[in-house]
């Protein structure tokens, strides 16, 4: 189980730090991954760490992923905050995931979501 806080609202600009708290015990093998969805919109990758951290282009740069093992915790600093960074969030898992890199930036590849927590940015 995946418990996904702090979102909020915040001014372009700004800056916000969500994290997603696993009921369950992640390694460094399984892949944490960060989604939003933009109210009226599809779901879209935002970014995810496995061995290394993958970014979508509109927030690389701005955002950092990173992981606390000892906490089995994922967070996602966001930075310079824009308008159209608004959009529910979500944290999701893959357990022993394999094959591409890309492949990952799919939603559908992934086994376990959090909640979402919403992040208003206004301008």
């Known amino acids: 189980q995946l418990q996904a806080s702090g979102g909020g609202s915040v001014q372009a600009g700004g800056s916000l730090r969500l994290s997603c708290a696993a009921s369950g015990r992640t390694t460094s093998s399984d892949i944490m991954g960060w989604f939003r969805q933009a109210p009226g919109k599809e779901r879209e990758f935002v970014a995810f760490m496995w061995s290394k951290t993958y970014y979508a282009d509109s927030v690389a740069g701005r955002f950092t992923i990173s992981r606390d093992y000892a906490e089995n915790t994922v967070y996602l600093q966001m930075t310079s905050l824009k308008p159209e960074d608004t959009a529910v969030y979500y944290c999701?898992?893959?357990?022993?995931?394999?094959?591409?890199?890309?492949?990952?930036?799919?939603?559908?590849?992934?086994?376990?979501w959090g909640q979402g927590t919403l992040v208003t940015v206004s301008s």
């Open positions: 999701a898992a893959k357990k022993n995931p394999s094959g591409r890199y890309s492949m990952y930036t799919r939603g559908t590849r992934y086994d376990y």
